[in-house]
């Protein structure tokens, strides 16, 4: 599949899947000639293009901001197991640390990597994670594809949609290289096993000597899938101790330590039978600012105390209102979220809810959510999901919310605790700033050379006049076009692409 990632069929599907997700989001029906996916197709789209963009799916399966309910389903069932790699692959990236029944067939296999069972010397059981072959290379090279259909796209949106698309594309590059690094997940391990040593949460213990940017190894931990209700039952696990340890445990790390495991999902959050959670998979770990953290904390302390002057300052400091926001859109935004905090009768709204309508709204306003908002949202709903999978009528709302509003004084005192992370941090530095140098880096030069591109046009445009500029832009777009068709015949997918961006801004011009 590696060969063949710049296939101008696969190029072609790429551009109309982001295509779609573009007129999605400006609730369009087509593009000149060009309709959108249905959302039935969608789902074989993705899977042909492969692992990137299932995991950008499964991102993007939150977004009600961008996303109307058809579609949402669709993204929803859009599953991360794929076949495991082939034998030879497989040897390619395993490498022998002397040990003991290495199962070859894989107990789990998804779109960046696969676990197998094997034994330590010393008898112990461990989980192997292993990434894919040259899975490093896919998804960097689909983030190059992405980041330059992107540059094509751009001048079609209004700065806030615009602002919103960069935000979505450059946090879904970050998260997804991050997962295709063992060493960095290693390190997110490492981190979450020193930070949270005291709480009843258990984390695989790692072995790092044994353990490279290919391979994770950890101790195998027994225990069952959280939506594994025949065993949890038979076993009588204590479910709602359970839940309220995770309840507790989300909120000492989203609004105390500022870091947190980003993807609790049913396959990552296990039980054992004395009713312990066990955490597994730190390929998505997000901080959060200590200043964010403060923010988000007086917004939850306004909201609670009803507090509208303190509600906005609030959303202005998070970045949620853009200076630009007109009083009464605001103020509407506010009313909804204050009567979510106030009224009885709404316990029954869910975190789904709240988090879906957040979302869905702030799509109607010109203001967009910072990604860690969104991420707190979405772990929030993910967490109440699998309460309510157990507990009939638990709550978001009703059984998370206490729990954060009575943590605010300790969270606002906990500036100091604060620091451990910060200075983790700075110690795991050189490894993760190597990572940076060698990886990071080398595949933005891509989008560096676009970006390059992009602040000359700007400038460009600032010196003359806007109307002239964007008659220009278009012109060379579409010179640029037949350019590409003479370097290459193969690429004429893409040279269709910028002609039809030229002939769009020469009609689209502002
Ligand atoms: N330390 C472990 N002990 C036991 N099983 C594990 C361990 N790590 C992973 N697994 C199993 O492998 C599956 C996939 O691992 P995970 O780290 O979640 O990978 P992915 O990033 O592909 O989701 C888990 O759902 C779990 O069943
Ligand atoms: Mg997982």
Redesign the pocket.
């Known amino acids: 599949m590696t060969k063949n990632l710049y296939s101008p069929l696969r190029i072609y599907k790429i551009f109309h899947l982001l295509l779609t997700f573009y007129l999605l989001i400006k609730r369009r029906e087509s593009f000149l000639f060009i309709k959108s996916i249905k959302a039935d197709k969608i789902t074989s789209y993705i899977n042909y293009l492969g692992p990137s963009f299932i995991k950008m799916a499964q991102v993007l399966a939150t977004r009600s901001d961008f996303f109307p309910p058809n579609y949402l389903n669709e993204l929803k069932k859009i599953h991360?197991n794929l076949p495991p790699m082939s034998q030879s692959e497989l040897e390619k990236v395993y490498e022998d640390k002397g040990f003991i029944n290495f199962n070859k067939t894989p107990?789990?296999?998804?779109?960046?990597?696969?676990?197998h069972e094997a034994f330590l010397k010393d008898g112990s059981k461990?989980?192997i994670?292993i990434r894919r072959y040259n899975i490093e290379k896919i998804v960097k090279t689909d983030i190059k594809i992405i980041s330059f259909l992107n540059v094509i796209f751009k001048p079609l949106f209004s700065h806030y949609t615009k602002n919103s698309i960069e935000a979505v594309i450059s946090e879904f590059a970050s998260t997804i290289i991050k997962?295709t690094s063992m060493r960095i997940e290693l390190t997110n391990l490492k981190k979450f096993s020193k930070i949270y040593q005291d709480s009843n949460i258990i984390f695989?213990k790692y072995y790092e000597e044994l353990s490279n940017d290919n391979m994770l190894v950890?101790?195998?931990?027994?225990?069952f899938?959280f939506d594994d209700r025949k065993n949890i039952e038979e076993f009588k696990i204590d479910i709602k101790k359970a839940i309220n340890d995770l309840v507790l445990f989300y909120v000492e790390q989203m609004l105390i330590r500022g870091y947190f495991h980003a993807d609790p999902h049913p396959?990552?959050v296990?039980i054992n039978k004395n009713s312990q959670i066990?955490l597994?998979?730190?390929?998505m770990v997000k901080s959060v600012s200590n200043e964010t953290r403060l923010n988000i904390i007086s917004l939850l302390k306004a909201a609670n105390e009803q507090n509208y002057e303190e509600y906005i300052a609030a959303c202005k400091n998070l970045g949620i209102s853009a200076y630009e926001t007109p009083t009464t859109m605001l103020a509407e935004f506010v009313e909804q979220i204050f009567d979510i905090f106030s009224n009885d009768s709404l316990s029954k709204t869910t975190m789904q809810n709240l988090a879906f309508e957040v979302m869905a709204n702030t799509a109607k306003f010109p203001f967009k959510l910072p990604a860690e908002a969104i991420y707190i949202l979405r772990v929030s709903a993910i967490i109440e999901g699998l309460g309510t999978s157990y507990l009939e009528n638990f709550n978001g709302i009703k059984d998370i919310l206490p729990i954060l509003v009575k943590n605010i004084p300790r969270a606002v005192g906990a500036k100091e605790t604060l620091v451990d992370t910060i200075f983790d941090e700075l110690k795991e530095l050189p490894q993760n700033l190597h990572y940076i140098k060698t990886s990071f880096h080398k595949i933005s030069s891509g989008q560096i050379e676009t970006n390059i591109s992009k602040s000359q046009l700007e400038y460009f445009k600032k010196a003359i006049d806007e109307k002239v500029s964007e008659l220009i832009f278009g012109l060379v777009l579409i010179l640029t076009s037949f350019f590409i068709l003479l370097l290459d015949d193969g690429f004429k997918f893409i040279a269709i692409a910028f002609f039809i961006a030229g002939v769009l801004r020469l009609i689209y011009k502002r």
């Open positions: 991360d107990i789990a296999s998804a779109s960046i990597g696969q676990v461990v989980a994670k997962e695989p950890m101790s195998f931990e027994e225990g899938r396959g990552n296990f066990i597994l998979d730190f390929g």
